[in-house]
T-cell receptor, first 113, second 113 residues
Framework: GENVEQHPSTLSVQEGDSAVIKCTYSDSASNYFPWYKQELGKRPQLIIDIRSNVGEKKDQRIAVTLNKTAKHFSLHITETQPEDSAVYFC????????????FGPGTSLSVIP | DGGITQSPKYLFRKEGQNVTLSCEQNLNHDAMYWYRQDPGQGLRLIYYSQIVNDFQKGDIAEGYSVSREKKESFPLTVTSAQKNPTAFYLCASMAPGQSYEQYFGPGTRLTVT
């Protein structure tokens, strides 16, 4: 069945450094790739997403890249801040309305002041 | 912080008892989802519903049941057949149209002893 792998499972960086989280997916029909952030004790929230017709998308300090040929996509956070500390989930879906979304296992990011 | 609500926040049950988790949304979303979250395993899909009176099994549906009698409500019943029911349960809904963002509820932590 469909599967999304995510690495690393934990990541610790110094404040101001960059953080990169990588994901691979198995369903070649996937064309929508969201990233969710879950702070401790809170619900997951969408922070950025990308569709298969673009290779990169940026929103302030956050960027996502997509390589459809290799079936992998990555989240890049620059100039990390303590409030970036959270669990990040990548996901993949076929993008059709109401299609199921397959989530990766998550990356716990700690930003050390 | 309204939109999609889950109740209760914490739930305790004895082994062998069925228990129903509530999920309500006032976002007028057609699609609703139930996920189970365990440490290190991300979000695993239990059931999802694209429209009233219709629902599909996700990846880990065994031991769970759902109903979708109203657009606003998608309750999840954890039956005694679920071998390891203790977990954090998240409900989500998705808007129709071009956005595929999932909106999550605050979650219910179920403990079965």
């Amino acid at each position: 069945g469909e599967n999304v792998e995510q690495h690393p499972s934990t990541l610790s960086v110094q404040e101001g450094d960059s953080a990169v989280i990588k994901c691979t997916y198995s369903d070649s029909a996937s064309n929508y790739f969201p990233w969710y952030k879950q702070e401790l004790g809170k619900r997951p929230q969408l922070i950025i997403d990308i569709r298969s017709n673009v290779g990169e998308k940026k929103d302030q300090r956050i960027a996502v890249t997509l390589n459809k040929t290799a079936k992998h996509f990555s989240l890049h956070i620059t100039e990390t801040q303590p409030e970036d500390s959270a669990v990040y989930f990548c996901a993949a879906s076929r993008g059709a309305s109401y299609d199921k979304v397959i989530f990766g296992p998550g990356t716990s990011l700690s930003v050390i002041p | 912080d309204g939109g999609i609500t889950q109740s209760p926040k914490y739930l305790f049950r004895k082994e062998g008892q069925n228990v129903t988790l509530s999920c309500e949304q006032n976002l007028n979303h057609d699609a609703m989802y139930w996920y189970r979250q365990d440490p290190g395993q991300g979000l695993r899909l239990i059931y999802y519903s694209q429209i009233v009176n219709d629902f599909q099994k996700g990846d880990i549906a065994e031991g769970y049941s759902v109903s979708r009698e109203k657009k606003e409500s998608f309750p999840l019943t954890v039956t005694s057949a679920q071998k390891n029911p203790t977990a954090f349960y998240l409900c989500a809904s998705m808007a129709p149209g071009q956005s595929y963002e999932q909106y999550f509820g605050p979650g219910t932590r179920l403990t079965v002893t």
